[in-house]
C-alpha cells in the first residue's frame, strides 16, 4: 500500500531525511518514531506531496507519487500535526467542500458527515466558525474532513494531541476499523504507550535514518531488551 525507496532530503547541508526505505501493507498499522528533529514530519510531508525529496521514490496504492501526484492523493488523507485550515468558514462548509472536492455525492456527504460528527461530538458545532473552535475542535474537523472520502492510505502526524480521552479512543477504533477493510493507517506519535497498543509495526527514525524496524518483538529482538517500548525507544534515540 505505502513503498518508499532510497527517499532523500537534505535542507542546506543537512540530511533531514537520510536514504531511508519503508513498506506499509494493506490492513495494516503502521506508527512512525523518533526524537523531535528526527525527520518524522519531513517524511510525511513527502509522503503527501506538500514537500519534494531530493531522491528517491515513493508509491501509494500503486501510484508513483512523483510521477502522478494528483491521482496518488485521490487514494490517501493527511491530517497535519497542526490543524491549520479554513478559518473563515464554518465546519459544515469546510466538510462540504473537501466533498465537492472528491466529489462525494449529496446523500452521501450527509451521511458520511452525521456519522463522523456524532463519533467526535462535533454535531452542535459544524455551524460555527472554524475560528472560534478551540484546538481540540480543529482537531476534530481536520479528522472528519480527512475520512469523508473513505481514503485508501490514513496519514497522520501525532493526531493524539489535543484530542479529548474519547475521541482519541474513537479514533483509535477508527484505525483499526479502516485496517479491517484492508486499508492502511501510517501514524507518528510521540506517545509510547500507543503506539504499543495499536501499532503491527513500528519504525523509529532518529539524525533522518531508520535505526529500527518491524513489530514490537522484532525490535525488542534487535534492540536485544525485552524491556517496555519507552525503554527500548529511549536506548535506541538517546
Given amino acids: 500500500m505505502i513503498k518508499i525507496e532510497n527517499l532523500l532530503k537534505k535542507f542546506g547541508n543537512k540530511y533531514a531525511v537520510d536514504h531511508i526505505d519503508l513498506e506499509v501493507k494493506p490492513g495494516e498499522i503502521f506508527g512512525f518514531l523518533g526524537p523531535n528533529g528526527a525527520g518524522k ?7 503527501v506531496g506538500l514537500i519534494e525529496p531530493d531522491e528517491g521514490s515513493i508509491n501509494l496504492a500503486g501510484i508513483d507519487m512523483r510521477k502522478n501526484s494528483l491521482e496518488a492523493k ?17 465546519g459544515i462548509q469546510y466538510l462540504n467542500f473537501l466533498s465537492n472536492i472528491y466529489k462525494i455525492t449529496k446523500n452521501e456527504r450527509e451521511k458520511r458527515i452525521k456519522r463522523y460528527a456524532e463519533i467526535f461530538e462535533m454535531e452542535d458545532n459544524l455551524g460555527s466558525f472554524i475560528s472560534s473552535y478551540s484546538h481540540g475542535m480543529k482537531q476534530k474537523i481536520c479528522l472528519i474532513g480527512a475520512l469523508i472520502h473513505e481514503p485508501d492510505i490514513f496519514i497522520l502526524d501525532e493526531p493524539m494531541v489535543g484530542l479529548d480521552p474519547k475521541s482519541s479512543f474513537n479514533l483509535k477504533k477508527i484505525m483499526r476499523n479502516r485496517c479491517a477493510e484492508g486499508k492502511s493507517v501510517f501514524f507518528s506519535t510521540h506517545v509510547m504507550e500507543v503506539a504499543e497498543k495499536l501499532c503491527d509495526r513500528i519504525a523509529i527514525i532518529k539524525d533522518g535514518k531508520i535505526i ?10 534487535q534492540a536485544k531488551d525485552e524491556g517496555s517500548l519507552e525503554k527500548i525507544f529511549l536506548e535506541l534515540t538517546i
Fill in 41 to 47: 514530519t519531513t517524511t510525511i510531508k513527502m509522503m
Fill in 74 to 90: 485521490r487514494h490517501l488523507s493527511y491530517v497535519p500535526d497542526n490543524p491549520d485550515i479554513y478559518e473563515k468558514m464554518t
Fill in 212 to 221: 529500527a524496524v518491524g513489530t514490537l518483538e522484532e525490535i525488542k529482538k
